[in-house]
């Protein structure tokens, strides 16, 4: 029988999807490789998340329900993932010493 501290240490995942301007998804991804994947793989080192994934839907769907990118975060388990970020905004800093280029494009 699982008890309810198993369950708290189990991975926990959480799905978060963008949806680009018409015309401007191709420069919504290299702004987010170039500023906010780093950001999110550096997490992973630190062992926060477990893994990042990220990709485009295979079919075209009704524009009510279209999104461009799933960005899927597993967390080590689901009190990390609603923690504070505690490190982020020095993972920010210390990868994004143009804070004012980094804020801008983010």
Do not use: C
């Not at 524009?63 to 609603?82: C, P, S």
Request: aromatic letters at 14%.
């Amino acid at each position: 029988m699982t008890n309810a501290y198993d369950l708290l240490n189990q991975p926990y995942a959480i799905e978060y999807y963008y949806k680009a301007k018409w015309g401007h998804a191709d420069e919504f991804i290299a702004l987010f490789k170039k500023n906010h994947l780093p950001v999110l793989l550096k997490q992973v080192e630190n062992g926060r998340f477990l893994s990042v994934t990220a990709v485009r839907p295979r079919y075209h769907t009704t524009e009510d329900g279209r999104w461009d990118y799933r960005v899927t975060i597993v967390f080590k388990n689901v009190l990390a993932a609603h923690e504070p970020p505690e490190g982020e905004a020095a993972i920010k800093r210390a990868l994004y010493p143009d804070q004012e280029t980094f804020q801008r494009e983010e």
